[in-house]
């Protein structure tokens, strides 16, 4: 549950960041991605995510931005809503303040957003009180795990079962290392969170 669900007191660390976002008598969900965009994954998530009608928050490599540009524009194309993730997937806990800030900076000239969300959900307080200046940073309530050779797709679509609740801002990634478990577990979890009467929410651009 530590990797699922973020503990209370981590979450008290940033308080600056978005974890969950709910709205008074609404069911609602946030389902983001994360690594991408790769054109081996990111199309096909788009093309499930238009068979169900749903839209969502893609939190971008700056490098897979730079080296797929046509499927970042696909993205965009799409309706869906997007921020950065570093330029280059770097963990913060391992880098001084104006490394870290660099590396987000290389990749906004990129991407171009005013969210972000630091990879692996790590990064130093004072790293989180610098970005938050000029961006809002975006946790999450829930990881699927979908990466992890430890995990099947059932088990994905279980801790999605499980976790969400009212707000929850859900991590999926639209990368190579989650493909196998994606593929199964994305349509199952969008057509159960639709049967339990979850409104799908993103993050607006202006």
Same mark, same amino acid.
């Given at each position: 549950?530590?990797?699922?669900?973020?503990?209370?007191?981590?979450?008290?660390?940033?308080?600056?960041?978005?974890w969950r976002l709910r709205?008074?008598?609404?069911?609602?969900?946030?389902?983001?991605?994360?690594?991408?965009?790769?054109?081996?994954?990111?199309?096909?998530?788009?093309?499930?995510?238009?068979?169900?009608?749903?839209?969502?928050?893609?939190?971008?490599?700056?490098?897979?931005?730079?080296?797929?540009?046509?499927?970042?524009?696909?993205?965009k194309q799409r309706g869906?809503?997007?921020?950065?993730?570093?330029?280059?997937?770097?963990?913060?806990?391992?880098?001084?303040?104006?490394?870290?800030? /660099?590396? !987000?900076?290389?990749? &906004? %000239?990129?991407?171009?957003?005013?969210?972000?969300? $630091?990879?692996?959900?790590?990064?130093?307080?004072?790293?989180?009180?610098?970005?938050?200046?000029?961006?809002?940073?975006?946790?999450?309530?829930?990881?699927?795990?979908?990466?992890?050779?430890?995990?099947?797709?059932?088990?994905?679509?279980?801790?999605?079962?499980?976790?969400?609740?009212?707000?929850?801002?859900?991590?999926?990634?639209?990368?190579?290392?989650?493909?196998?478990?994606?593929?199964?577990?994305?349509? /199952?979890? !969008?057509?159960?969170? &639709? %049967?339990?009467?979850?409104?799908?929410?993103?993050? $607006?651009?202006?």
């Amino acid at each position: 549950m530590l990797i699922e669900q973020p503990p209370k007191l981590y979450r008290l660390l940033f308080p600056e960041a978005v974890w969950r976002l709910r709205e008074k008598g609404r069911r609602t969900v946030y389902l983001t991605f994360d690594d991408g965009p790769i054109p081996e994954v990111t199309p096909w998530v788009l093309d499930v995510l238009d068979r169900y009608g749903v839209k969502a928050t893609f939190f971008m490599v700056g490098d897979n931005v730079r080296k797929h540009p046509s499927t970042f524009e696909m993205v965009k194309q799409r309706g869906h809503s997007w921020g950065n993730h570093t330029m280059h997937h770097v963990q913060g806990m391992k880098m001084s303040h104006d490394d870290y800030a /660099a590396d !987000i900076a290389e990749a &906004q %000239s990129l991407i171009g957003s005013r969210y972000f969300r $630091p990879p692996h959900g790590l990064m130093k307080r004072g790293q989180g009180a610098r970005t938050r200046r000029d961006y809002t940073v975006v946790m999450y309530d829930l990881v699927t795990r979908d990466y992890s050779k430890k995990m099947t797709p059932e088990k994905v679509l279980a801790n999605v079962k499980r976790y969400t609740r009212d707000g929850s801002i859900v991590v999926f990634h639209d990368s190579l290392k989650a493909e196998r478990n994606l593929r199964e577990a994305l349509p /199952a979890a !969008i057509e159960w969170l &639709q %049967s339990q009467g979850y409104e799908f929410r993103v993050f $607006p651009m202006d």
